[in-house]
């Protein structure tokens, strides 16, 4: 197999699906003779051309509601946000029409939004932002976020094929950073499912997207612990499962996200283990995450409120010693 | 380019190629009686509180959705908003699964999930409005979008308040259309009012003015005009099935109702209503076609039969079961959009556009 | 003290703002000739003239971005939604303008965004939304969701008095369902106090807003047990000492709330619980939530999803013979 | 409301009332050198890595930032954008601490906070700017609009680019702005590209064109010609001040750079540039105040020393403490936006406007 870095492994998923299906395309601002802000659809337009590869107008709701509109008629648009923060700007097409349209018609939106999010490289308040908790409180919508190369490329194949509105969170901060083994052509990895990317019996860290090779680096030696990795991988669904049996097995717990603490996908997966395996804890569960602000600028400040290795550190050791 | 009336325009490329027969003139008063009587029926079954929540209709701009809509080919897809149940009846929705919607009817076109107008039939190629406006703009130019990339003569429609021109999705729509030269035809409903909201407040200049920097042709017609409507939109119908891109037009009429059933409307000056009752649509429309000896009473007579079937069908639907509420959240299947009817005489035999 | 509609304790506190400041104004769609689709401001337009009551061009992001400026100028304006659901439109101004202006620039944004929120009325998917999870995601937002008509005019005060946006959430059903005594004149009711709407020992109910009543309702007897429930009032700031004490005196908590359940306000809560009074919990955290759909408009359906009595009842008797 | 240029509308209403003296013209050409002098520096402080995250600048734009900025008065208020540096340095920020700014230091406006040109110096009557565009032209209308409340004879201005015209939140505030007929000036500045995308796939028609519809007055101007952009400027701001409501200033220009400095313009025609080359705004206005037997050597002098002294200044800043990284989320008081400087002659003892 191949080594491809996180980045060309989505170029690489979204190219395949488009030679395999004339009806998906993708949308968004630059994406075409630029190639997007991040490369991602580099040489997109030269294969594909410029219908299939729309260079739109600087409008995010114009580019989610006309894919809402063309996929209702069969099409399989992907949408590029410049940035993730930018979704605030396309918030209403998504949450209202996109994700509401089969519970109130029964029309399939076979669509995919790709969120280049979160932080870590001074982008600043407007371009760190990892906006997937709104998403779990809007019904309707499935989220993913990919960690590895290969599920990059796994994951938005079967984004692309599901038959629902799909938010694709691609950290930028992986782009070039996390390289792997991908395989060639197409093959998807299942949305719903759980990674286990390390195995472990006396302490789980649940994590998804940048924080996992976080998670394992600061695990991988505290005072010879043996500790479980869960990479999510898909938010909706949220593999409920895969979560409650690795809690069952090592009984504590540590979440982990980038992502604002109050109202996160920590504070979800923290609940439904608060109810589910209640017996089965033997300390709190705990959430590392970034506090309630916005992501500064500067080098200093971003890391002070990004989770750290440390932070990581300090909390599975206070509750393996709990 | 210019804004002109439907009329100016069609003489500019010769006269209009669209034609009326007898048969289709009775269709066009049919229709905006069946829409009438439709909403009469639904507004008493408002009142006996068998409609829950709230109530809206289109009194007195029945000549709109039924004019325009008339034009469409069965392939032709739409988004039809809250006034238009005109639109509606012509794709093909019987007035008794409106009656069931509008009382959350299983029988009713969203099975209950949704009320009032927020339907659409997606058998018959609608997709059916959100509350927010006027967002289906852009969702039908994504229709369009489709069929241009598609290479297919078809042509995608939908329909707005002169209110939800001051939204910011308007104006994305149309500049998207615009770029694109996209095969839709927007139709501009200015009933004076935006909720309680007059014209002055929503804008500066009446919005068919934009259009032009917009890059396509802005029309404006006579909303209570029901054959005026319906040239306007043959033209622009035929112009962006022919690749010759989107159109707006801007139907003038008056909200001859509340915004919705509670709105006692006392915002709205008295003599308004009086100076438009005259130009009732639906009047001006008989007397025209009595005029040309056609005989009304017999059309009154069917929709009268049809309101009385229909209800009772209605009224006969069970409400939904608890356990669909927790259904269909996600999509398991990709059900596609049916093809919608097309009664205007043009499209007989003409099979699929 | 006179009795008030918490419909008529709103408009009451409004007018007594605006009539207090001259900078306090509001506007929104149809709140001045019309009075506001609830008739909150109703006879407004008449006491403060057009200028201080805005009827606006249909433009949510225009109506949150505008008060944004003229907040920093010196103003205090008051922004009405329609509906809550419509804040999806002006959602853009909201959190990324209004919300990181001070952290940002330290510039004081003093403006409150009155969402008329909830369901149980047959409004169907877009009249019904609670969207109050997104704003605990959205940091530089104070949210509040009164409950009784005295907390609805004092707390309407403290959010036009804050230098803050505040989110405030008035809850539809309880417009005129609820009334009670409401002090004549200016009153507070501070920003991030819990009140204890009523005292007990065997086990927790957490709510706000509407369900607050379903809430007593509920647990008023069962078996004779003694049941606390808390009004949160304010979910930002949160008032996490009255959810810890009250947790730790009955070690058994079920929260409560009309929202969706995933990233709910209750997933914070329940993870809040489970990280901070742990030691003290006799079982596990039950949420009792609207499930992750659209809100359906035909009745039985709207019942089918929506907390009822029963359900709370349910969840509060399982948990008291745990 | 005719869509003219600038030369045209002043005719129309008789010759400008503004004048330029010779000291005014000498201070017109100071800001651009010293905003280009600043851009160069901060490129080269990227380009050593000490500036991180991304770098954007208005190279060949300053003509427009300076002509525009350089009427306003010490009470008017501004909503500054990314091309706009020329501005920030009229209004009083100093270049070094656009220097800390970029660099993340402790001294830069946000102390750190924010970067690159995502700042605005509040206690010079400047409101920031958020990435999202156009978000800050609804915010200058709101500032406007308490101007035309508390009946203050004060002027908001706010810049955008073409492509954000393409943008929903544009048009919803162009309606608002004509709808209240408020004190704003809007400049639009167009410079061939938004990111790499051209004008023809942003809008079908120049978005000047789109004004009359809005009912104010769309101009348009040689955006590299900083007196033609001057007088456009102070006529708008005169009518607004007045009472006579909105104005569009569109002015085109190019965008020298890349749209930030990573990219590498692949998508720019090579012509354009050498083109745009020969109408840089800074040597066209050298030649012309030379002629005029305006010393330039000594403007270059100080312009170098202050850049010097400024670019020490910022280097020897500290980088934020991390503590304060999660302070300020809420405010607790309510800081009130100064007064900006205000070196146009015009102003001299004229006070408070
Ligand atoms: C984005 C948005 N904001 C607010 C509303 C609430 N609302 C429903 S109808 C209406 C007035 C619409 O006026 P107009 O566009 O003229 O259509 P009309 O009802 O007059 O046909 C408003 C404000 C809405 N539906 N969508
Ligand atoms: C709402 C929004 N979407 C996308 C972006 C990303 N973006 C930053 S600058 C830019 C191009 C802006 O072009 P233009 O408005 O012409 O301004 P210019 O940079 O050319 O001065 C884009 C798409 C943004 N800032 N805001
Ligand atoms: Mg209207
Ligand atoms: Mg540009």
Same mark, same amino acid.
């Given at each position: ?322 | ?98 009656? *069931? ?188 076609? *009595? ?63």
């Amino acid at each position: 197999m191949p080594e491809m870095t996180y980045l060309s492994a989505i170029s690489d998923g979204l190219r395949e699906e488009m030679r395999h299906d004339e009806s998906v395309f993708c949308m968004g601002e630059d994406i075409g003779a630029f190639g997007g802000a991040f490369k991602v659809t580099d040489g997109f337009i030269e294969e594909f051309g410029a219908d299939r590869v729309w260079d739109t107008p600087l409008a995010e709701n114009a580019i989610i509601g006309t894919a809402v509109g063309a996929a209702v008629e069969g099409m399989r648009p992907v949408c590029e946000m410049q940035f993730a923060d930018f979704i605030a700007c396309g918030f209403d097409q998504l949450v209202n029409v996109a994700a509401k349209m089969h519970y109130r018609q029964g029309l399939a939106v076979p669509m995919v939004v790709r969120l280049p999010s979160g932080g870590g490289f001074s982008g600043g308040p407007y371009h760190s932002q990892n906006p997937e908790a709104w998403f779990l409180q809007s019904p309707g919508l499935k989220v993913v976020a990919p960690s590895t190369a290969e599920d990059a490329k796994g994951l938005l194949a079967s984004a692309i094929r599901d038959p629902n509105p799909v938010v694709y969170l691609e950290h930028k901060h992986l782009y070039r950073r996390v390289k792997g083994e991908v395989p060639e052509g197409r093959y998807e990895v299942p949305l719903g499912r759980a990674r286990v990317a390390r195995e472990g019996t006396d302490l789980t860290v649940i994590s998804y997207g940048a924080m996992v090779s976080v998670a394992l680096e600061a695990t991988e030696d505290i005072d010879g612990a043996s500790v479980e990795v869960i990479d999510l991988r898909s938010l909706v669904p949220l593999d409920t499962e895969s979560i409650l049996n690795s809690v069952r097995k090592t009984s504590k717990v540590v979440v982990l996200h980038e992502a604002n603490r109050s109202c996160g996908v920590g504070a979800e997966v923290c609940a439904l283990i608060a109810e589910e395996a209640f017996e089965d804890l033997d300390g709190p569960v705990v959430r590392v995450t970034t506090p309630d602000v916005p992501i500064p600028f500067s080098p200093p400040l971003e890391r002070a409120v990004l989770p750290q290795v440390d932070d990581v550190k300090e909390a599975c050791r206070e509750l393996l010693a709990y | 380019m210019a804004t002109t009336t439907a009329k100016v325009a069609a003489i500019e490329d010769g006269s209009p190629k669209a034609v009326l027969t007898q048969d289709d003139r009775r269709a066009l008063l049919r229709y905006m009686l069946l829409m009438r009587a439709t909403e009469e029926r639904a507004l008493t079954l408002y009142r006996q509180g068998k409609v829950p929540g709230s109530y809206y209709d289109g009194r007195g701009q029945e000549a709109i959705s039924v004019g325009t809509a008339f034009v469409l080919g069965p392939r032709d897809r739409t988004c039809i908003l809250h006034r238009d149940l005109g639109a509606h009846l012509i794709r093909g929705v019987r007035p008794g699964r409106v009656l *069931a919607q509008m009382m959350g009817r299983a029988g009713g076109i969203t099975g209950g999930k949704d009320g009032n107008m927020h339907f659409g039939d997606t058998e018959l190629g609608c997709v059916g409005m959100v509350s927010m406006l006027p967002d289906m703009a852009l969702v039908t130019c994504g229709l369009a979008l489709t069929f241009q990339m598609r290479k297919e003569p078809r042509v995608a429609m939908t329909w707005f308040g002169e209110g939800s021109t001051a939204n910011g999705q308007w104006h994305e729509a149309m500049n998207v259309a615009g770029v694109r030269k996209l095969p839709v035809v927007f139709i501009l409903e200015n009933n004076q009012f935006a909720y309680s909201t007059p014209n002055e407040r929503e804008f500066a200049v009446d919005p068919v003015k934009r259009m032009e920097a917009y890059g396509f042709p802005g029309v404006k017609v006579d909303g209570n005009d029901v054959e005026a409507v319906f040239y306007a939109a043959a033209e622009a119908s035929e112009r962006a099935r022919s690749g010759g891109g989107p159109t707006l037009i801007e139907c003038e009429t008056m909200r001859m109702h509340g915004h919705g059933a509670h709105d006692d409307m006392r915002y709205v000056p008295k003599e308004m209503f009086e100076v438009w009752a005259e130009r009732d649509p639906i009047d001006r429309y008989e007397k025209k076609l *009595a005029d040309d000896g056609i005989d009304l009473d017999e059309i009154h007579a069917s929709v009268k039969d049809e309101i009385e079937r229909e209800t009772e069908w209605a009224l006969s639907q069970p409400m939904p079961e608890a356990p669909t509420a927790l259904e269909g959240v996600f999509a398991t299947s990709e059900p596609r959009l049916g093809d919608g009817n097309a009664p205007w005489s043009h499209w007989k035999g003409a099979g699929n556009a």
